[in-house]
């Protein structure tokens, strides 16, 4: 805001210093030469080529035919002289017409100044010399009655004082802009991020943060600020200009030229009307079918509707699919209606774009269609209990570039899609339901304890453990028999995979408790000689300070 009313503050100081360049220059303080009564002035044009006569920069009429051996120039020049005796006399200054044989005579006060003739008129338009002397006696008496003007001291001093009214106007329209553009922007912009959550997605936060999006919010009120102000300055400077009789013609040029625009934008804009229906007509049909497919696939997705080709889990990326799909066709079709898409800027866009996407889209396409095929491979869904190389975790989304997994240390991890393919993905809730998730840990004994009292005591520390299933059942296999001891392996079966590691906290707590309770050695993880006595923690050991016995604690550990 800041900047826009700087800028409004100096574009209106350098326009009040071309105003008082434009008022002295017209009251003949700056530029003497031009405020003189013989403002008449030449185009300078070829030999035999047409001329226009301008007085006191207001045209005249073109002049086209030679006349007793002169060209048209050498006409207008001569007409200039003759103008510039009739003003140095003087006199009332009302032009006339009188017809002669070659044309018609115009005439100031009586006085011969120049004749138009008959080829002077513009044949192809039907033009006459009787018409073309109509305009040029209007134009003519128009301008003598603006040099006079400039004459006239009271005229001029009138000229600023309007031109001070409208200027100080300008700069109070201006400063309401500003002042406007301030209220409306604070109040966008607090708008905006209050709802940036809404106003876009997750990743266009994460480029441009909450100020960035305010800031995008507001560029539709400056550029609207913007475009009043100039549209305000370019209408003063077309005023101030008309308030001179010297500068006059430009100020209406300038009207003209701002009417023109705004004529010629509207019938652009009648012109694309029909154009815009069209792609209004299909945008709706598209939104509509676009609807229905969506409305179709979350019945899928929430079982109302059941077909054989899709279910609840490829539901929601195939609508997607088929929705973008169905929106590129619709784009194709509307293309050729876009108002200006046969403009060179359009095909220009199109030839940059597609080079962009042939460039940078590699990657992209490939990560997406590795995650239509982790899709549709059913390979894992969200909810489901995985591991992905070191990645252990809770699938909780599976996009088209990207796949998340929640670990059980609470830290989301995102893994490429294509890295998923690439690699070996143990899903461990899949089977869950048969019983639940499998769930393993090994300990080495000796060979002079018995194995089937360790199979016992194994099975002791599951049923100890009250989140291990009890069917199936705990069972112990004897997974290896090593040179010095053998390896035990403890299988067990849990209902959620998520309790992995707290379940097999507890369970390892167990084991330790019956081995110390039966004296017998856990030889793990390595083994070099037999010790001169047994390495385990007597009873009367297991809570000393600060260890305190609870609840959970087997009774015999308690008595001790």
Known sequence: MYEFARWLVSAGHCLAQAMLVVTLATAGLVAPAQAQDSAAATTVVKPNQPADLIVANRPITTLRAMAFGASPAE????VTDGLDVLLEHGGPMVVSTRPIAEG??????????????????????GETAAMAADVAVRNLQQALDEIREGRNSEALLKAIGYTLLVTVFLAGLLWVIVRMYGFAARR?????????????????????????????????????????????????????????????????????????ALGRFGRNILAAVPGLLFVLLIFLITRFIVRVVRAFFDGVQAGRIDVGWVDETTARPTGRLLTAIIWLFSLVAAYPYIPGSDSEA???IGVFVGLMLSIGASGVVNQAVSGLMLMYTKALRPGEFVQVGETEGTVTSVGFLTTRIETLRNVEVTLPNAYLVGNVTRNLSRLA???????????????????RQVHAMLQMAAERTPRIARDPAPRVLQTALQDFYVEYTLVVCIADPKLKISVLDELHAHIQDVFNEYGVQIMSPNYEADPADKKFVPKEQWFQAPAQPTVEQPAAARES
């Open 75 to 78: 006409r207008v020049e001569a």
């Open 104 to 125: 018609v005579a115009i005439q100031i006060d009586g006085k011969f100044v120049f004749r138009i003739l008959n080829d002077d008129a513009d044949r192809e338009s």
């Open 188 to 260: 966008i912009r607090a708008a905006a991020q209050r709802r940036s959550e809404k106003l876009m997605p997750h990743w266009g936060q994460q480029v441009v943060g909450g100020s960035g999006i305010a800031d995008l919010a507001v560029v539709p009120l400056k550029l609207a600020a913007w475009v009043v102000a100039l549209l305000l300055v370019y209408q003063w400077a077309a005023l101030v200009l008309e308030f001179f009789p010297y500068t006059r013609p430009w100020g209406e040029g300038l009207f003209d030229n701002l009417l023109g």
């Open 346 to 348: 359009f095909k220009g």
């Open 433 to 451: 339901a048969n019983g639940g998730m499998r769930l393993t840990t090994a300990v080495t004994i000796g060979y002079d304890t018995p194995w």
